[in-house]
């Protein structure tokens, strides 16, 4: 672990915030399975889990013209609108102790606006984040390190003295190559790819992450601490939807 300070946390949505691993694979599983193909699981690690759904068109339905796209994304809005959305376990404990401690926070997903809305809105969050990026408001997503840049700008923080929960591989690497330490969520069969991409330390959900107010450090596991910069306000970032 670095020996600087810290300034603010990035959080990527699904997988991290909220979880959506099985519906998510359910819905493309599907679209495979009506279009005559399959999926693995190294297809939904690869390009389903932290990518665009353009992507994840291009990589795996190549039999699928663009413009049927739009047609695919009305199908993946209706879905996903209809879901009830369950918190990663520790999750909301986490983000209303950031919150109160005034560490800046943003949300960082490959995910439509619409469905950031959705999310915040049923997990009662949409006071926590000072900052949400989604796909429409960068050109590249993960694994391009753009999203995380966009957020620490936009937080006006460094990169390097952001740190980021991630649970996709594309998303970690994204992290890293924005400079930023990067936490990954993840089960022990994922561990050791997490560690191989980058992240600096692998939980199973956000329960094993503390943040104490008296010592302004935050905690990961039963040993890893990153220290918070001390100040007497907060750094002010430009709100964006």
Sequence with gaps: MRAQSFDAVLFDMDGVVVDTERTVSEFWLELARAEGT??????????????????TL????????????????????????????????????????LKGNRIPMALVTGAQHWKVTEVISQLKLAAVFDTTVGAEDIAAGKPDPQCYLLAAARLGARTDRCLVFEDAISGIAAAVAAGAACVA?????RRKQALNAGAVAVVADLREVRFSAGTGQMRVGSRLVFPFAQRRGRLVPARHA
């Design 38 to 55: 399959s999926l693995t699981p190294a297809d939904l690690e690869e390009h389903v889990f932290g990518r665009p759904a353009a992507h």
């Design 185 to 189: 969520l993840a089960p022990e069969r």
């Design 58 to 97: 291009s990589a795996l339905f190549p039999m699928i013209p663009e413009s049927r796209y739009r047609n695919v994304y009305e199908k993946l809005e209706a879905d996903n609108r209809n879901l009830r959305y369950t918190e990663i376990p520790g999750a909301s404990t986490l983000l209303h102790g």
